[in-house]
């Protein structure tokens, strides 16, 4: 058994069990600020929303830097969740529509009610903002030969392996390069069907004949479909994959 697999899962518990989250910010002279919020977070794990008043020193230290350092504490066993969230900022517009959707729609789930729209929009100081999760932590105590701790490693984990079973992402970001990788039988099926359909259409040419100018397909009849399917496979893998990005090895620990 993967040793940190009881630790993934304590901490897609604290994600998907927490209501508050303590937001690390920078202030102006150099001095730490953390604050806890009330927060919310899209499906595939990609940006937290929280409400605020612009006025606030986090949400002036946020505004300034657009940097945050999150953590959900464990308050049962030792150590907790640490994200690191970039492009803080307030939601305005069809962003703020979008935003409100997705915290309206968890916050159905628990039983409360929904929030307005005009809320935000009033012209108040308290608004809606979001941030893009960059990069999600554990720790994992590395202890010597009786067992006592010698120092706490740091372990980066994939979005993919946090979420919900009904919503996890078919594809994962690729570990080499730009693109994706099939993380479910899901994303392993779309693979296959693309790969038999481009088959198809490539053992079905017609071959030309020497001689023969009406023989064989032309250029454009060839590649038309295997250019839609691949943009289908594209459309597919950005709805049900996690966010492309470069990279070159996995992640460091």
Known sequence: MNTLEPKITRAKELIYTSKHIALATTNRDGSPHNSPVRFFYDEKLERIYWGSNTESLHSQNIMRTGQIYAVLYDRIEFGGVYIACEG?????????????????????????????????TSGGTQKLWSANIAHIWINRAVRDEKGLILRDEKVELEKSDLLNVPNKLWF????????????????????FIYIALIFIIVS????????????????????TPIIVLTALLIIICYKKGEKPRWQWGPHKK
């Open 204 to 223: 079905t040419r017609e071959e030309y004949i020497p001689g023969n100018p009406d023989s064989g397909s032309n250029f454009l009849t060839f590649a």
């Open 172 to 191: 994962k970001a690729k570990s080499y390069g730009w693109g994706w990788a099939p993380a479910t039988w899901q994303g392993w099926l779309t693979i």
């Open 88 to 120: 803080g900022h307030v939601l305005e517009g069809k962003e703020l529509e979008v935003g409100l959707n997705i915290v309206n729609s968890l916050r159905v789930k628990e039983g409360e009610e929904k929030i307005a729209l005009d809320y935000y």
